[in-house]
């Protein structure tokens, strides 16, 4: 079953706006995990943040987990029209598999 | 480069007809992954290769199988795909698979007709 559900499913912004997204779970993780895929591509990795971390930040991206309310979001500050793209969360538990939430379609306007 | 690399691109089969899509990585991980992505949902997990140890996810159809000849290559068998099986394909890999990163291919898209 899905583990993460993201919220917006879609969000629309202009250039140099900052973009927020959601990612809700369900079980204990070991790790959280962001994505982004552009369209009709593969995934790529964005930025890990471990259960024992509340804050990471990687260049323009900044992320925070809240464990006790099962959380985290995702911000893109001064976003592009590059970063048009689908964001996805993945929660990481014991095994060797990844669960992925829904995903939220980010549209940046130039 | 090391990559995950995936061929082909874009793949036209028939109803019924069976078809095989590859995936090669030359980051030498351990750890092998096959997803089906149909258009605006997450990814879904069909199974992993730890080494050559095949797990298969529950609700993975039989019609679905992989072959995993050393640790480079991994296929993706579909015996008889149906119209419901045209989705992109990705292929990911992992050192070791425990709480780690994957890296995915670029996917593979099916198109049944």
């Known amino acids: 079953s899905q583990q993460g559900e993201e919220d917006p499913q879609a969000l629309s912004i202009q250039e140099g706006e900052n973009a927020t997204m959601n990612c809700s779970y369900k079980?204990?993780?070991?790790?959280l995990q962001w994505y982004r895929q552009n369209s009709g591509r593969g995934l790529v990795h964005l930025i890990l943040?471990?259960?024992?971390?509340r804050e990471k930040h990687s260049g323009r991206l900044r992320v925070t987990l809240d464990t006790s309310k099962k959380s985290s979001s995702l911000l893109i500050t001064a976003s592009r029209a590059a970063d048009t793209a689908s964001y996805f969360c993945a929660t990481a538990g014991r095994a060797r598999q990844l669960t992925f939430g829904s995903g939220t379609q980010l549209t940046v306007l130039p | 480069d090391a990559m995950v690399i995936q061929n082909p691109r874009y793949q036209v089969t028939q109803f019924g007809k069976p078809v095989t899509l590859s995936c090669s990585q030359t980051?030498?991980?351990?750890?092998m992954y096959w997803y089906q992505q149909k258009s605006s949902q997450a990814p879904k997990l069909l199974f992993h290769y730890y080494d050559k140890d095949f797990n298969n996810e529950a609700d993975t159809p039989d019609n679905f199988q992989s072959r995993r000849p050393n640790t480079s290559f991994c296929f993706l068998d579909i015996r008889s795909p149906g119209l419901g099986d045209a989705a992109m394909y990705l292929c990911a890999t992992s050192r070791d698979g425990l709480q780690e990163t994957q890296y995915f291919g670029p996917g593979t898209r099916l198109l049944v007709l």
């Open positions: 980051l030498n991980h351990n750890v």
């Open positions: 079980t204990s993780i070991n790790n």
């Open positions: 943040i471990r259960s024992n971390e």
